[in-house]
């Protein structure tokens, strides 16, 4: 039988919520039991916010779907073959899953049998602090001592590291992502030992796991002390296939109190790999990241690039028109990025203030469309465009300033 802790959720608001509590009720007869686990547990002691829940239970996948459908609620077999299933409850979905144990193992393809005993289901697990396990009731089930790692913010895997890492070897990003997330004081030596040993793993993964890991560890709050670790042990060059600016990334993230894109993968990985604009081309391929993500990262580059070539910063508005908010904003932090990071002078504090210079001002737009020249007479062809182009530079050097009816009397007068 699990260890019992002392601490209790009880308190947690989503354990509260009548539409949890009805799955708990549904899948809890003929003797079966069910209890939330891993990340809700973990983030619930942690003071972290919980996007989402998963529960475990001794009930078989089939008996879950039948039980949830006679309590009203709707369940669906997004895994069932694995055991897994899916149960919405007012509007909510909760992940159920049958409690498992590894027959045999072959990386990902480990051969499951269903079973009843918690601590082995525990066992299967990647890190200590997310096999910990809690009732309806809030009382917490801790088979492994994860409770304490837990509340330290160690980062432990469960076993034999090298063990856990072969049966999947996306762990060795877990495990730096997690300790992004959660960790505190130093990485465990074990665990940062076995993911050395094991980083030629990472060459088997899918270019999607990785990206979509690696794009979770940039928002967490340790993201740049994991990074620089993933460096220097050669992780991130296995990952990315490129080399890493840790020192600008790090000078980044020393700006999060200033503007929350500091944490966005884009404006991260621009930082990180950005040393020519074909390399945005090799992480956006490497990662798999979508076509917005890609723009994003080229406009970030663009508007750094531009600032380089600038003895100050240019006006907000001329900066706004030529990137737009997102671009101009993410190529300030870039270009920051690497100015703090290489200690060119530039001062966080001049940072913040263009930051707020650019987040205060109106992205100007041209007052002026081909048809406004039509209407007064200009003729139709190459020459519209040519005087519409001389216009919008006059519209420019005048600071945005010359209003629609300023240049269509320049319009008339230029006939």
């Known amino acids: 039988?699990?260890?019992?802790?002392?601490?209790?959720?009880?308190?947690?608001?989503?354990?509260?919520?009548?539409?949890?509590?009805?799955?708990?009720?549904?899948?809890?007869?003929?003797?079966?039991?069910?209890?939330?686990?891993?990340?809700?547990?973990?983030?619930?002691?942690?003071?972290?916010?919980?996007?989402?829940?998963?529960?475990?239970?001794?009930?078989?996948?089939?008996?879950?779907?039948?039980?949830?459908?006679?309590?009203?609620?709707?369940?669906?077999?997004?895994?069932?073959?694995?055991?897994?299933?899916?149960?919405?409850?007012?509007?909510?979905?909760?992940?159920?899953?049958?409690?498992?144990?590894?027959?045999?193992?072959?990386?990902?393809?480990?051969?499951?049998?269903?079973?009843?005993?918690?601590?082995?289901?525990?066992?299967?697990?990647?890190?200590?602090?997310?096999?910990?396990?809690?009732?309806?009731?809030?009382?917490?089930?801790?088979?492994?001592?994860?409770?304490?790692?837990?509340?330290?913010?160690?980062?432990?895997?469960?076993?034999?590291?090298?063990?856990?890492?072969?049966?999947?070897?996306?762990?060795?990003?877990?495990?730096?992502?997690?300790y992004a997330a959660y960790g505190s004081g130093d990485m465990d030596q074990d665990g940062l030992g076995a993911c050395l040993r094991q980083r030629d793993g990472l060459r088997h993964l899918s270019p999607e796991r990785i990206g979509h890991e690696m794009r979770r560890l940039m928002k967490a709050k340790l993201a740049a002390t994991?990074?620089?670790?993933?460096?220097?042990?050669?992780?991130?060059?296995?990952?990315?296939?490129?080399?890493?600016?840790?020192?600008?990334?790090?000078?980044?993230?020393?700006?999060?109190?200033?503007?929350?894109?500091?944490?966005?993968?884009?404006?991260?990985?621009?930082?990180?790999?950005?040393?020519?604009?074909?390399?945005?081309?090799?992480?956006?391929?490497?990662?798999?990241?979508?076509?917005?993500e890609r723009k994003r990262m080229q406009a970030a580059w663009a508007a750094a690039k531009s600032l380089r070539t600038e003895e100050t910063f240019p006006s907000a508005t001329r900066f706004l028109y030529e990137f737009g908010r997102q671009g101009a904003t993410d190529g300030l932090l870039a270009f920051a990025a690497t100015a703090l990071g290489q200690k060119t002078g530039l001062s966080a504090d001049a940072v913040g203030d263009y930051l707020m210079d650019l987040r205060s001002s109106s992205v100007p737009e041209f007052p002026l469309k081909g048809a406004d020249l039509l209407a007064i007479g200009c003729a139709p062809g190459p020459e519209l465009g040519r005087v519409l182009a001389a216009l919008r530079q006059r519209w420019i050097d005048s600071g945005f300033d010359a209003d629609r009816g300023q240049l269509l009397d320049q319009a008339r007068s230029g006939r």
Not at 86 to 96: D, H, L, N, P
Not at 236 to 263: C, F, M, Q, V
């Open 1 to 178: 039988m699990p260890a019992q802790a002392e601490r209790s959720l009880a308190h947690a608001y989503w354990l509260q919520n009548p539409g949890i509590q009805a799955v708990f009720s549904a899948i809890e007869t003929g003797g079966d039991e069910a209890r939330v686990v891993g990340g809700a547990v973990r983030n619930t002691l942690l003071s972290h916010d919980v996007p989402d829940i998963d529960i475990a239970t001794t009930a078989s996948p089939q008996d879950v779907m039948d039980r949830a459908a006679r309590a009203g609620l709707k369940p669906v077999g997004t895994g069932i073959d694995h055991g897994t299933v899916t149960i919405v409850s007012s509007g909510f979905a909760y992940e159920v899953t049958t409690l498992r144990e590894d027959v045999e193992t072959f990386g990902r393809q480990a051969r499951v049998v269903f079973g009843r005993n918690w601590e082995n289901d525990a066992k299967r697990r990647d890190f200590t602090m997310n096999a910990l396990y809690a009732d309806r009731d809030g009382q917490l089930f801790d088979p492994l001592g994860g409770l304490d790692d837990c509340l330290a913010g160690r980062v432990r895997f469960i076993g034999d590291p090298d063990t856990r890492i072969r049966e999947d070897y996306l762990r060795i990003l877990r495990f730096f992502r997690i």
């Open 226 to 292: 994991a990074l620089r670790m993933m460096s220097e042990c050669g992780l991130w060059e296995i990952a990315t296939g490129g080399l890493a600016r840790t020192s600008d990334y790090e000078a980044l993230r020393s700006l999060d109190d200033l503007a929350p894109e500091t944490r966005d993968p884009e404006v991260g990985l621009t930082v990180l790999a950005g040393f020519v604009r074909e390399d945005l081309e090799r992480i956006a391929d490497r990662f798999r990241l979508s076509n917005a």
